[in-house]
Each structure stands twice: as structure tokens, then as C-alpha cells.
């Protein structure tokens, strides 16, 4: 529905260029940089309109691209943390077979600070996956 709304409403815009160029087709001059030039104004009208469009298409097919991009890196940490979890049920799932309660653990991104020191001891080791 709203993709339909989206062509009507592109559509009319089209049809108002369209009716605004051929309303005025009288020359006018246009003054480039390195020189200047005589165009029918219906031409400089229909120009900048496909200009326009041509840049806002650019920009918003590269915006579409980064944010494919973006979903399947999510989709693929999503993925890895979807395993982790099930390993770590699987082992909860182990402990509690065998009866033996694990002791709970905080996992976090920070450094392990001993109490006994007051500088901080770095965890060198790799997170399992």
C-alpha cells in the first residue's frame, strides 16, 4: 500500500514537471563556468528534474546497500550468540544430570580486577565461540 502510494505521488510530480516544462519552452541563457549557452528552457526544466532523480537514486541504493550490509553482520552475530547459548544450556543441561551446581559467573567486557591489588588483572584468554 504504501509502495503505491509512493508511485502516485511520483507519478503526479512527473506530470507537474512535465506540465511546468512545456509551459515554458522560450530560450534562455545559461551561464556555465567556462562559457554560456542558449537552451530551451524545457530542456534546463527536464534536465535538473532527471539530475535530481538520477543523484537521490545513487544515494539512496548505496544507503540500502550499507544497511544490507549491516543486517547480515547482525544476522551473523546473532548466529554466534544463538550457539553460545545452546552450548551453555547444553552444559547447565550436563550439570544438572550429574548433580553438581556451577558457580555463577558474570561475563562482561571489562578487565578482571583482583580485590587483594588495586591494579587490574587482563583476561588474555580468547572467548570461546
Same mark, same amino acid.
Given at each position: ?7 502516485? *505521488? +511520483? ?10 516544462? @512545456?509551459?515554458?519552452?522560450? &530560450? %534562455?541563457? @545559461?551561464?556555465?563556468?567556462? +562559457? ?7 530542456? %534546463? ?17 548505496? !544507503? ?12 551473523? =552475530? @546473532?548466529? %554466534?550468540? =544463538? ?7 547444553? =552444559? *547447565? ?5 550429574? +548433580? ?5 559467573? *558474570? %561475563?562482561?567486557? =571489562?578487565?578482571? @580486577?583482583? &580485590?587483594? !591489588?588495586?591494579?587490574? *588483572?587482563? &583476561?588474555? !584468554?580468547? &572467548?570461546?565461540?
Amino acid at each position: 500500500m504504501k509502495l503505491q502510494w509512493l508511485l502516485l *505521488i +511520483g507519478l503526479i510530480f512527473a506530470v507537474i514537471i512535465a506540465v511546468f516544462a @512545456v509551459v515554458n519552452v522560450e &530560450d %534562455v541563457p @545559461v551561464n556555465y563556468v567556462f +562559457g554560456e549557452a542558449e537552451w530551451p528552457l524545457i530542456l %534546463v526544466i527536464l534536465a535538473s528534474a532527471l539530475l535530481g532523480f538520477l543523484l537521490s537514486s545513487v544515494l539512496a541504493i548505496m !544507503r540500502n546497500y550499507q544497511l544490507q550490509r549491516k543486517i547480515k553482520a547482525l544476522q551473523k =552475530e @546473532v548466529a %554466534v550468540k =544463538e550457539t553460545l547459548i545452546a552450548t551453555q544450556q547444553n =552444559e *547447565i543441561g550436563a550439570y544438572q544430570k550429574v +548433580g553438581i551446581q556451577p558457580e555463577p559467573q *558474570i %561475563v562482561t567486557n =571489562e578487565p578482571v @580486577v583482583d &580485590d587483594l !591489588r588495586e591494579e587490574p *588483572i587482563v &583476561d588474555t !584468554r580468547k &572467548d570461546e565461540i
